[in-house]
């Protein structure tokens, strides 16, 4: 596979504001919500706070829902420090004392761990990915928290979605709510429903202090990047493919797949 070039999020059209995006991200947002009843009484959700536009926006979107909101719930941002050479979450540490949110800052060394079992030349993000939520689940049941919400939007769902079609042979993507497997832990993806063109624009009219990532971010030959400008390049020709694709992952004909014995 030859080499992948750093992909960026499109410009977002000249002339179109802060409020304007957010009153966008707002209403996806709602309906996500209200769809799949992600948010009840009384909940405390964890928000993981990763330290990139996406997890910072979910998190800013949810506190001003919060606040309007005609139940009750509680907001605890959670960032973990994975140890990656060079770290530094001073800013977001004063992002969100700044914001007076409740948060809590954890420390696992996943990014020794990963790797050294990870061999040279493949990709992190698998092994990544398992150590955090694992770490993640753990605190959140320490804090009380009910829910955990992650800030995966539309194009996490679909590039999901076709990886696993293209290397796993499963039909499977992101559902905007999911029990884990032990029954101790709920996940809820609010922004399912919104592009990462959108959130994208909206962090940059924010300023949020963002952390890279250093662990998979410096790696090539991500195949998810590569389903990322596929996708690009489809669109050109076909505006509204991502639209129709997450509009699919609600609208499945379990009948018409082969997994489905007949009657």
């Known amino acids: 596979m030859p080499p992948v070039a750093v992909r960026t999020v499109p410009e977002y059209p000249s002339g179109v504001g802060q409020a304007t995006l ?3 991200l707002a209403h996806e947002m709602g309906r996500c919500i209200a769809d799949f009843q992600l948010i009840e009484p009384g909940d405390r959700i964890m ?4 330290g990139g536009k996406d997890s910072y926006s979910l998190l800013r979107l949810l506190d001003r829902a919060r606040q309007r909101a005609p139940v009750a719930f509680e907001l605890v941002a959670v960032h973990l420090d994975q140890g990656q050479p060079g770290y530094d979450g001073s800013a977001l540490k004063a992002w969100l004392r700044e914001q007076g949110h409740a948060y809590h800052i954890l420390r696992e060394d996943t990014y020794q761990l990963v790797t050294e079992r990870i061999p040279e030349g493949k990709t992190y993000c698998s092994m990544c990915s398992r150590l955090r ?3 993640l689940y753990n605190a959140a049941e320490r804090l009380g928290c009910t829910k955990i919400a992650l800030g995966h939007h539309r194009d996490d769902a679909i590039e999901t979605l076709m990886l696993n ?6 039909l499977s993507a992101m559902p905007a709510k999911l029990v884990s497997d032990d029954g101790r832990n709920t996940v809820i993806r609010p922004l399912l429903y919104s592009s990462e063109r959108d959130i994208s624009a909206y962090a940059q009219t924010q300023d949020f ?5 250093n ?3 410096s790696q090539e030959k991500l195949w998810r990047q590569e389903v990322k400008q596929l996708l690009d390049d489809i669109e050109e020709r076909v ?3 991502r639209q129709s694709m997450l509009a699919a992952l609600k609208n499945v004909h379990a009948t018409h797949l082969l997994g489905t014995s007949q009657p």
């Open 22 to 24: 957010e009153k966008k």
């Open 165 to 170: 079609m293209m290397f796993n042979g499963s």
């Open 239 to 241: 505006p509204k493919v």
């Open 215 to 217: 662990l998979c971010g």
């Open 133 to 135: 939520r694992g770490i």
């Open 47 to 50: 928000v993981a706070l990763s």
């Open 209 to 213: 202090p963002i952390i890279p990532c």
